[in-house]
């Protein structure tokens, strides 16, 4: 397969998930408020997110549209250890998330994928991780006014 042919089958793939999920996030309960549905609520951040990543799918598909057939992209094991790895990372943040809390969750996460991106200073991937996992809790705890798991150090807010 080329990497046109990929890229396109890829961002295709995209929008049909996403669209499956932002039909489903119009399944979110609001049954316990009705003021719910207004710009805040269960299924706000979901579908900003959902919807960030539509249009981010929607360029992708348009430059893989505008790609001239080419080369044969090949995959490496080395990256697919990555992706593998990856996909584990993840695996272990869910599983983890609602027991230690998003403090101690959230940036080792973060730092986590930086290195397996091959980030090559620690240092630099460390503080990424802080500041992102910071600015994430702000705007979950005061943008969208929801509590994030506090896990066993109790911390849910910032200020």
Same mark, same amino acid.
């Given at each position: 397969?080329? $990497?046109?042919?990929? =890229? #396109?089958?890829?961002?295709?793939?995209?929008?049909?998930?996403?669209?499956?999920?932002?039909?489903?996030?119009?399944?979110?309960?609001? /049954?316990?408020?009705? =003021?719910? =549905?207004?710009?805040?609520?269960?299924? /706000?951040?979901?579908?900003?997110?959902? !919807? /960030?990543?539509?249009?981010?799918?929607?360029? $992708?598909?348009? $430059?893989? @549209?505008?790609? $001239?057939?080419?080369?044969?992209?090949? /995959?490496?094991?080395?990256?697919?250890?990555?992706?593998?790895?990856?996909? *584990?990372? #993840?695996?272990?943040?869910? *599983? !983890?998330?609602?027991?230690?809390?998003?403090?101690?969750?959230?940036? @080792?996460?973060?730092?986590?994928?930086?290195?397996? +991106?091959?980030? =090559? +200073?620690?240092? +630099?991937?460390?503080?990424? *991780?802080?500041?992102?996992?910071?600015?994430?809790?702000?705007?979950?705890?005061?943008?969208? +006014? !929801?509590?994030?798991?506090?896990?066993?150090?109790?911390?849910?807010? #910032?200020?």
């Amino acid at each position: 397969m080329d $990497q046109r042919h990929r =890229e #396109v089958a890829g961002a295709i793939g995209m929008v049909l998930l996403v669209s499956f999920f932002f039909w489903q996030s119009g399944k979110i309960d609001l /049954a316990f408020s009705s =003021e719910l =549905e207004t710009l805040t609520g269960p299924r /706000a951040y979901p579908r900003i997110i959902l !919807t /960030a990543m539509g249009l981010l799918c929607a360029v $992708q598909l348009f $430059q893989a @549209l505008s790609l $001239q057939g080419g080369e044969t992209v090949k /995959a490496y094991g080395s990256d697919m250890i990555r992706v593998g790895l990856m996909i *584990a990372l #993840v695996a272990v943040f869910a *599983a !983890t998330f609602e027991p230690l809390g998003y403090v101690l969750t959230a940036p @080792l996460l973060v730092y986590f994928s930086a290195r397996l +991106n091959r980030a =090559e +200073n620690q240092i +630099n991937a460390a503080a990424v *991780a802080l500041i992102v996992s910071a600015v994430i809790l702000v705007v979950f705890r005061y943008g969208l +006014n !929801t509590v994030l798991p506090e896990g066993v150090i109790g911390i849910d807010q #910032v200020f």
